[in-house]
């Protein structure tokens, strides 16, 4: 589940309300178990995201609502990556506090952060090949987590068998 985004200007306030509000719609669910997606800062990269201010979109924000909603967690490592640039602060400081909140699910796509200021289509769910971090280490971390990784990478049958054959190779996938 995505946590969604307040329009109002963030403040401690607005970020509260929008964590609670996350958490008592997870917690409510009568749909099953449900997994919470770190979100991105939201409003630099793309048009549609002017005036968006995401929730849960750091390891502080994300250990809250889990802790209220009794929800589990989906990392996705885009969405690492770009609140890792958006903040200025390093990727895999970032990942690394993320991963100590033990994730479930993990979300992998290739990600090229200087083309997402341009055109976001153009620079998310790329490739895991066409990225700016590291992949080798990545393969590493999702590998040791040993949780189920969906790869949100485009429909290209080739490229996509290429990829589930280096991680399946590297004994990330079973």
Request: proline residues 3%; glycine residues 8%; contains cysteine.
């Amino acid at each position: 589940m995505h946590t969604g985004y307040v329009t109002s200007a963030p403040s401690e306030k607005t970020m509260a309300e929008g964590i609670n509000a996350a958490a008592r719609l997870a917690k409510n669910t009568t749909y099953g178990r449900i997994l919470i997606e770190n979100n991105v800062v939201g409003g630099t990269f793309a048009l549609m995201d002017k005036g968006k201010h995401y929730i849960c979109y750091t390891p502080e924000h994300m250990k809250e609502v889990i802790e209220l909603s009794g929800a589990g967690f989906c990392l996705d490592i885009e969405h690492t990556a770009i609140t890792a640039h958006q903040l200025g602060t390093d990727f895999w400081k970032l990942l690394w506090q993320f991963m100590k909140l033990k994730p479930e699910y993990f979300h992998l796509s290739g990600t090229r952060l200087k083309k997402l200021h341009a055109s976001y289509a153009e620079g998310h769910h790329l490739s895991i090949f066409n990225t700016d971090f590291d992949i080798d280490a990545i393969r590493l971390l999702l590998q040791k987590a040993g949780k189920p990784v969906c790869l949100e990478t485009p429909l290209d049958t080739g490229q996509r068998r290429k990829e589930y054959e280096f991680l399946k190779k590297n004994k990330t996938f079973k």
